[in-house]
């Protein structure tokens, strides 16, 4: 399998958020007005114009105490749920790119159960803006398209984030891996197989957040195991009407 | 109903062939590339530093060629400091250029008062001169109580000034001593 992959490694990140805010910035999303919660974890979750958020816990084992950061954002699986639901709603909701493995949304997402998509998703990130678009990461596919890095990894400054193609990426991920399991027995790489979005966690990723991993029962409604069996005959005959 | 070869392919295949083949694994659904357009694509690129912390990172203004407008604003990858990376003050740096929130002229609040006016420049320049001038009078001490001669000014303190370089701040931290300062203090060190 080829495409484009990031790896996320938790253990650099210093919770700058920078990518956070490049990634406002690029989709040139609008601030979310937030209260102070007592934690550094700001907006506190994702929204309509929030697609990418770093997660803070503070995670006691006696008496050390250990802080997660996880860059959360969309994992763009290989087969994605999320598109699946949508596709069975409206034709050209969510497209994968065929280049790079991206799952992105269009506007046309506005006429999609917006409920079922995002419980159809095993990471919960799916949002929704007043308008109805169902939004999330874009794997900043106008830049990745024209050979340019995602703006969240292009902007951290920790060397955190990486981008590139999913040989690659998968490699580095192995390497970085056997480095940390050193110091950290725990580290391991998160639903490598499934996702494009690898985490790369030196703890247990249900104490970085719920939804780190895949929930282990996603629950496949009934139309979404439908639309799988049939999909590919639907698809056919929707082409022969476009004609 | 005009039918190409792919179209014949992709009916025929995933109509008799697709239902069986999918679920052993092989997905032929229709994969569908499309061109996205890059939206700094035609914006003119200028090099520039970072106005916040004492870091200097290199930042590129993608500015429209027509309005002049800043678009976008992004690490800059060929610069030594920060090789394209930017912390998050640093990233959100366009919305110096594009926020509705921005001060654009000198805003006065007089003592008591609780409105703002605005005022010129030569207003407002005239202005602090004239309170330095005043402060200064007025908190200066040539000598201190042991007698010793110490000429310095104690009301006026200055903090701050992250964006000056080297040789703005020599002449900068120059007329704050020739005031006879001795509260200077810099940024980088806040």
Not at chain 1, 75 to 81: E, F, L, S, V
Not at chain 2, 80 to 96: D, E, H, M, R, T
Not at chain 2, 173 to 182: F, T
Request: proline letters at 4%; aromatic letters at 8%.
């Amino acid at each position: 399998m080829s495409g484009k992959s990031f790896l996320i490694d938790t253990s650099a990140c210093m919770a700058c958020r920078s990518c956070q805010v490049a990634c406002k910035a690029w989709n040139r999303n609008d601030g979310t007005v937030t209260r102070n919660r007592g934690s550094h974890q700001n907006p506190p979750d994702f929204d309509g114009n929030t697609f990418k958020l770093v997660r803070f816990r503070e995670v006691r084992a006696g008496n050390k105490v250990s802080r997660y950061f996880f860059s959360d954002q969309c994992r763009h699986c290989i087969d994605a749920p999320c598109k699946d639901v949508i596709d069975s709603a409206v034709t050209g909701g969510a497209i994968q790119d065929k280049a790079t493995g991206a799952i992105v949304y269009t506007e046309k997402s506005k006429g999609a159960p917006f409920k079922d998509v995002r419980s159809e998703c095993p990471y919960d990130i799916p949002r929704q803006r007043e308008d109805g678009t169902i939004v999330k990461c874009t794997m900043c596919i106008d830049r990745v398209s024209n050979g340019l890095q995602p703006a969240c990894v292009k902007a951290c400054p920790m060397g955190g984030l990486h981008f590139g193609d999913r040989e690659e990426i998968l490699a580095r991920a192995e390497k970085r891996l056997a480095t940390l399991k050193a110091k950290y027995p725990k580290a391991q790489l998160l639903n490598v197989e499934t996702v494009r979005t690898i985490y790369l966690v030196v703890g247990d990723p249900k104490e970085y957040h719920k939804f780190a991993v895949a929930s282990a029962n996603p629950g496949v409604t009934r139309k979404v195991a439908l639309r799988r069996m049939f999909g590919p005959a639907i698809d056919a005959l929707r082409t022969v009407a476009r004609g | 109903m005009k039918l190409t070869r792919r179209d014949f392919i992709k009916i025929s295949g995933t109509a008799t062939a697709g239902l069986a083949l999918n679920g052993m694994g092989l997905d032929l659904r229709p994969v569908e590339a499309y061109s996205w357009e890059l939206r700094t694509r035609d914006a003119k690129e200028t090099p520039t530093i970072c106005c916040y912390c004492a870091v200097g990172c290199g930042i590129i203004c993608h500015t429209d060629t027509k309005t002049g407008k800043v678009i976008y604003t992004e690490g800059d990858a060929d610069h030594p400091i920060n090789q394209g990376a930017l912390c998050a003050k640093g990233a959100s740096v366009y919305q110096l250029a594009r926020n509705d929130e921005r001060v654009t002229e000198v805003l006065y609040r007089a003592p008591y008062s609780s409105k703002w006016v605005a005022k010129d420049w030569d207003w407002a320049l005239k202005k602090i001169a004239g309170n330095v001038k005043k402060s200064r009078d007025a908190s200066f001490v040539a000598k201190d109580e042991k007698g010793r001669v110490v000429n310095r000014c104690e009301g006026i303190a200055s903090v701050g000034s992250a964006a000056m370089d080297n040789e703005e701040l020599w002449v900068y931290q120059a007329m704050l001593r020739a005031l006879g300062l001795s509260s200077i203090e810099h940024q980088a060190r806040i």
